[in-house]
């Protein structure tokens, strides 16, 4: 490593946990303050596995539950090179959603388990940080109607939830639970303080392997 290693932090949470707002919110706090940090988010629905995901979602095209999991996968292993580039030029990169929603939300569909969502996000660079933003079902409905796309209901969010709470009894994963209903700028000074915390350890460490 030539400069110390930017930081790989992650947001997680159910829908409306206000993760997109913290995630720019922490971005430009970051750089604000002198530190290098870039936002990225999966899923990317730029490139072309991206795109086949976004259709999916937008519910303009049908998949096979098994290869849409394994394209969430794909969509971000083909962003590791230039994660891991990024990190070593000394960037902390902060992402909207990872790994722990590619198998929190398959494994929530029947039929699926949690260890066989896991398996294909298995050496994915492994996160010094996961945020998990935390909402009441009846709070996140102050928040909004749910959209359109696919996955935005209340029975499979709540089963979504289920299996975050046993992804989150891993101690392998640096898990941080924030209360994601006090106002904004509450959960961004949580969140600042759990950053700046991961940004200063992992200068000094190496970049590990999810789930590995
Ligand atoms: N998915 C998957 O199946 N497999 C995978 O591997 C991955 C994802 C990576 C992608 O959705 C879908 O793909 C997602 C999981 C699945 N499906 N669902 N559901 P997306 O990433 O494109 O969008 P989203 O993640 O669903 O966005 P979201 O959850 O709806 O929103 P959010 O980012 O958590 O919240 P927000 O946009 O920042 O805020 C929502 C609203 O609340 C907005 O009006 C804010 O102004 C407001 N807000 C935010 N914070 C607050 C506070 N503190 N108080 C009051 N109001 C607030």
């Not at 795109?51 to 999916?56: E, F, G, R």
């Not at 392998?172 to 700028?185: C, F, G």
Request: net charge neutral.
């Amino acid at each position: 490593m030539a400069c110390k290693r930017g930081a790989l932090i992650v947001l997680e949470g159910v829908d409306k946990a206000g993760k997109t707002t913290q995630c720019k919110k922490l971005v430009q706090a970051l750089q604000q303050s002198g530190r290098p940090a870039e936002m990225m988010r999966f899923p990317d629905r730029t490139t072309t596995i991206g795109q086949l995901i976004s259709a999916y979602l937008e519910k303009k095209s049908e998949l096979e539950d098994h290869t849409v999991h394994l394209l969430f996968s794909a969509n971000r292993w083909e962003m590791v090179p230039s994660m891991k580039k990024k990190l070593d030029q000394g960037i902390t990169l902060v992402v909207d959603r990872y790994a722990f929603s590619g198998a929190a939300f398959t494994s929530a569909k029947p039929g699926f388990c949690l260890d066989w969502c896991m398996k294909p996000d298995v050496g994915l660079p492994k996160p010094d940080l996961v945020m998990f933003l935390q909402l009441s079902p009846s709070e996140a409905a102050l928040r909004g109607q749910f959209g359109e796309e696919r996955y935005e209901t209340s029975v499979f969010q709540r089963a979504v939830q289920q299996k975050f709470e046993q992804l989150m009894k891993d101690p392998s994963v640096n898990w941080q639970v924030i209360d994601a209903s006090q106002n904004i700028e509450g959960v961004h000074n949580s969140i600042m303080d759990h950053s700046l915390n991961a940004i200063n350890t992992a200068q000094d460490q190496l970049l590990g392997e999810l789930w590995k």
